[in-house]
Each structure stands twice: as structure tokens, then as C-alpha cells.
């Protein structure tokens, strides 16, 4: 079966850094985009960041400069560099497998990320 196990969250303060990690089996990972979301307490889901099975990423604007993505095939894990971090990072993080054919999204449990002042 499928699992995405997600670590690496925890509490900071404004303006420091955390590398979240996400380790994947089951799957082929080289079928899959791997993505990153986040859910804020009383907000929806939303993408962080995603990497395509060929190296192509994208990125929410708000994390733009601060985050990356990137993914190691052989280990089949996903991290999410964040930098710069500020309270509106805020958020459960959520690591997403999104598999093209056919098309299926499996999720991890999801890691807590508090940003303090």
C-alpha cells in the first residue's frame, strides 16, 4: 500500500528556516508529481509547491524566493526547504502523491508548522 510519511515540522520563529521531508512507498515514484500543501487553522487546503516527475516545479506566490522544492528519486522522498519563514506559514503541512495514470492522490498524515514572533 501506499505512504507518504511526512517530518520535520515543528516550532520556529519568524525569519528562521525548516526542511520538511516526505518518504514515499508503495508507489512508482517516477509516475508521480509530488506536491506540497498546507492548511491554515478556518483555510482550505492549498498548494505549496510541486515538483513533476521530470524536475519542473511551481510554486504558490506567497512562498516564492523563500521555498523549494525538491526530490531525491533513489530515496523516494520529497523535502520543502523553507526559508524566511513568517507567521502566515502557519499551517499544517501536507505532502501529496499525485499519480498520472491513472490518475489517483494519496496523502500524508500531515506535519504542524508554527511560526512564532
Known amino acids: 500500500q501506499v505512504q507518504l510519511v511526512e517530518s520535520g515540522g515543528g516550532l520556529v520563529q519568524a525569519g528562521d528556516s525548516l526542511r520538511l521531508s516526505c518518504a514515499a512507498s508503495?508507489?512508482?515514484?517516477?509516475?508521480?508529481?509530488m506536491g506540497w500543501f498546507r492548511q491554515a487553522p478556518g483555510k482550505q487546503r492549498e498548494l505549496v509547491a510541486s515538483?513533476?516527475?521530470?524536475?519542473?516545479?511551481t510554486y504558490a506566490d506567497s512562498v516564492k524566493g523563500r521555498f523549494t522544492i525538491s526530490s531525491d528519486s533513489a530515496k523516494k522522498t520529497v523535502y520543502l526547504q523553507m526559508n524566511s519563514l513568517r507567521l502566515e506559514d502557519t499551517a499544517v503541512y501536507y505532502c501529496?502523491?499525485?499519480?498520472?495514470?491513472?490518475?489517483?492522490?494519496?496523502w500524508g498524515q500531515g506535519t504542524q508548522v508554527t511560526v512564532s514572533s
Open positions: 508503495g508507489l512508482t515514484f517516477s509516475s508521480c508529481a
Open positions: 515538483i513533476s516527475s521530470g524536475g519542473s516545479t
Open positions: 501529496n502523491a499525485h499519480r498520472v495514470l491513472p490518475p489517483r492522490d494519496y
